[in-house]
């Protein structure tokens, strides 16, 4: 075995373990750790908050369309700006390829535990988001600062700064882009390369200089900062979003009558597992989570740095704007993407994962002009995702090393772009997928521990609200 090979097998074994280390047996089910903490963490913070939040939603919106906003009030970016960079990061290939690899791998009947995980979602980023601006820090600039190594070292206490550590950790690694330079690189090699006979006795040369390409792009905007990530966001992202639903309802409607019999196939699957590793429900519920997780990033905490750098004077609004991240990433364009390889039947073709299934349906439903749609989505997703993940990751390293890391990050960032678009998808997969469950650990246990110091924030709030 080369050293290549053992390094796949290491930390493809990591993520396994990470995803499903058992927390609770009941009979003959066992629960794994990360299941129990990102359900049970949302089940907890829907229920503890009496749902307050959900009923606030149109709230939300008001503040994201800046109602509230205050040019003086401390932070970086407006609200809607703190969104989008959020989005730029959840609404990307997660949306596209993340879909298709929770179908492979447990069934159409993913998406319904990508549902749920979604909506118990919303409540942990209603948490963790306000945690950010209640408890932000300051960096050695002086600079303010948000996100779950502050809010658990500042709420609670130095005894528990090995949690933000632990965190920050993960994230150098967790918050790389290897996955999206990886799928662009995959549907450039396989719907532009490879028909037009390039590269094809050199592949690795071709997807060198693919992430060499992706990597200048994103290191003249992301040594811009925030700020400048946060402009370019806002614009992309709108444009993103729309491009890549008006493709995908073209399809749904195309199918209108079966989208019954489709949503009727997700929910009994959800429950049954017929179609994955036979009849196992447990490996269906993980495979969404899992995919959920990655798309939206609930409980996960990297947004939470985002919206930590809103300017605003109330933590509670911007836990609400928050929230509306897993409406709009999973319930909305996840659901979307679904129904389109659902409906084109390609799910059901060996050999197809990833973007390749994406592309496959929107080929087989909409033909050269599906292809030209998913080929820009995906260009768009990616990009913008690479500019907006860097924050996190610099985030990070200026929390562990100080705000003179975050030039040497940066590079270190742009260099994974290159090596994400040369490796395979099994080990960019298992990559962030065990950094992911790390870095979840300390967010949502931080989030738990600080839930009443947000609750007693939100009465407040909310009280306020009625006098006005």
Not at 50 to 56: D, G, L, N, S, T
Not at 206 to 230: E, P
Not at 395 to 420: A, D, E, H, N, P
Not at 422 to 431: G, H, K, N, Y
Request: with cysteine; net charge neutral.
């Amino acid at each position: 075995m080369n050293l290549f090979k053992t390094i796949e097998l290491a930390v493809s074994s990591f993520a396994d373990f990470m995803w499903s280390a058992p927390f609770l047996t009941m009979g003959t089910v066992e629960i794994p750790f990360l299941l129990f903490l990102l359900l049970g963490g949302g089940v907890f913070f829907s229920i503890y908050s009496r749902f307050v939040p959900f009923k606030y939603f149109s709230h939300g919106l008001k503040i994201l369309m800046g109602k509230y906003n205050d040019p003086n009030d401390p932070g970086e970016i407006t609200h809607f700006q703190a969104l989008t960079s959020a989005l730029a990061s959840t609404v990307g290939l997660g949306n596209i390829s993340g879909v298709a690899i929770a179908i492979q791998m447990g069934g159409p009947g993913a998406l319904f535990w990508m549902w749920v995980s979604a909506l118990l979602g919303m409540s942990t980023k209603f948490f963790s988001c306000t945690l950010s601006i209640l408890y932000r820090g300051k960096d050695d600039q002086g600079q303010i600062q948000g996100g779950p190594m502050y809010y658990i070292e500042n709420g609670l206490g130095k005894r528990f700064k090995p949690l933000s550590i632990l965190f920050s950790l993960a994230g150098l690694i967790g918050c790389t882009v290897m996955f999206q330079s990886n799928q662009l690189a995959d549907i450039i090699r396989d719907q532009v390369f490879l028909p037009n006979n390039m590269f094809v006795e050199n592949a690795l040369i071709g997807d060198f200089l693919q992430g060499l390409i992706m990597a200048t792009l994103t290191g003249i905007v992301i040594f811009g900062g925030i700020q400048r990530i946060g402009k370019v966001a806002s614009y992309l992202v709108p444009i993103m979003v729309i491009l890549y639903l008006l493709s995908g309802l073209l399809v749904i409607f195309k199918h209108i009558t079966e989208i019954p019999s489709l949503f009727a196939l997700i929910v009994n699957d959800a429950f049954t597992g017929d179609a994955v590793m036979g009849g196992a429900v447990g490996a269906v519920i993980i495979a969404g989570v899992r995919r959920a997780l990655f798309s939206n990033e609930a409980g996960l905490g990297t947004s939470d740095m985002a919206h930590g750098a809103a300017q605003t004077n109330e933590p509670v609004r911007e836990g609400l704007v928050a929230m509306i991240e897993p409406f709009i990433d999973t319930i909305i364009v996840c659901t979307i993407t679904a129904l389109v390889i659902l409906s084109s039947g390609v799910w059901q073709e060996e050999g197809l994962n990833g973007v390749t299934m994406t592309t496959a349906a929107f080929i087989t439903e909409l033909g050269s002009f599906g292809k030209f749609l998913l080929l820009s989505a995906v260009l768009t997703f990616s990009l913008s995702t690479m500019m907006s993940y860097s924050y996190y990751g610099s985030k990070c390293s200026g929390y562990l090393f100080g705000t003179k890391s975050i030039f040497y990050y940066r590079c270190f960032y742009v260099v994974t772009i290159i090596v994400g678009a040369m490796i395979t998808i099994e080990v960019v997969l298992s990559v962030v997928d065990g950094m992911y469950a790390v870095m979840a650990i300390p967010t949502v246990i931080g989030s738990v521990l600080l839930s009443g110091k947000v609750m007693d924030e939100a009465k407040k709030y909310f009280a306020k609200l009625k006098e006005i």
